[in-house]
């Protein structure tokens, strides 16, 4: 007869984990796998879970294993959400614990990293991010002064074959850049796009995996914008929000992050180049020409020829609601990505490379390291080919 290992750890930290992930007892008993009043009675400390169960719970909650062993509960570590821009002040907003998961979790990756940078005692050095728009300069020459500063060239993304290439290239210029670029996997792109937690060192940027790669790209460089205003936000990327009913801060962000998608005198250059191809300028041909060109949406596309008063607003206005209708939904994912995809996709290359490098290091256990990137050992081998370990 199999004897279970039942957790020795204190009912309180299994209820305060669960409060701290915003979660209702019957979701969060569901995704565990037990009852409601299997849970409560976990809670209350009628029972104990088995250590199998226990670290499921981890693993719902987003909490690593060590913290339902604490003597008292910490501090939550998620942001408060009072913290971030474009949450509407007039009124209560009610936020789903997918989100609140979400911010923790970016939240603790940072303190993880930190951690881990300060164990090395400065003998592992990480870019700091350094830079510094002002609302007052032009957004033209801020988006042109941000690709120069993440080193992309014009040259470089001509030669992007895909979208997904374009946004993996995007995201690690800027962890090249001090940033730790993470994806969330459980938000609808209706509630968040994209946010950012604007701390130094190490700020972070989080975009949704639910939405397009263009999407995601946009999103990225509009937070990073807010990254440089030292302004953490949780982003839409719908500039409404104030009582005149535009947010002048997401309207320029969303003007710069256009800009360094889409510069000014190369979209010119290719306009004219598909001119003299016979191209009608502007038919959808051209402008979907021109969205694979840049590796952006055709949206994007049609903003930035307004913006450059290239066409009217009339026109804008017409497509854009043409591009809203065609949108597709939130994506559901297409079936399940192998484990070390889906936790690179979700941890970025660069916290990646820094929890494996330090697990070989000897700073944190093979068991820490698996609960730091939420795999376990046997997918570690794919993710280091990747981050190059």
Known sequence: MTTKNYALVEPKMIAAARAQSGMPEDVAAKKIGISPERLNAWETGQVRPTLKQLRKAAWVYRQSLAFFYLPAVPEDLTPSLSDFRRLPKTKARTVSFEL???????????????????????TWVEPEFSFSPDTSENPEVVGRRLREYLQVGFEAQKRWTSKREAFNEWRRAAESHGILAFQAASVGTDEMRGFSIAKSPLPVVVVNRKDAYAGRIFSLLHE????????????????GGTSSGVDPVEVYCNHVAGAAVVPASELQQEAEALSRRGFQLWEDTAIEHLAERFSTSCEVI????????????????????????????TKKGEGFPPP????????????????IQSMYDNIITPNDA?????????????VEEQVGI
């Open 370 to 382: 698996s609960d730091y990137l939420g795999i376990r050992l046997r997918h570690f081998r794919s």
């Open 340 to 355: 070390a995809v889906d936790a690179l996709s979700k941890a970025g290359h660069a916290y990646a490379r820094l929890v």
């Open 224 to 239: 990073i914008i807010h990254l440089g205003l030292r302004m953490s936000a949780l982003c839409n990327l719908r500039e």
């Open 100 to 122: 609140v998961l979400e911010l923790r979790e970016a939240s603790i990756r940072r303190e993880i990293a930190l951690d881990l940078i300060q164990a090395y005692g400065g």
């Open 302 to 329: 049609v903003r930035r020829l307004l913006i450059l008063d290239l066409v009217t607003k009339d026109f804008y206005e017409k497509k854009r609601a043409e591009y809203l209708e065609k949108r597709p939904p």
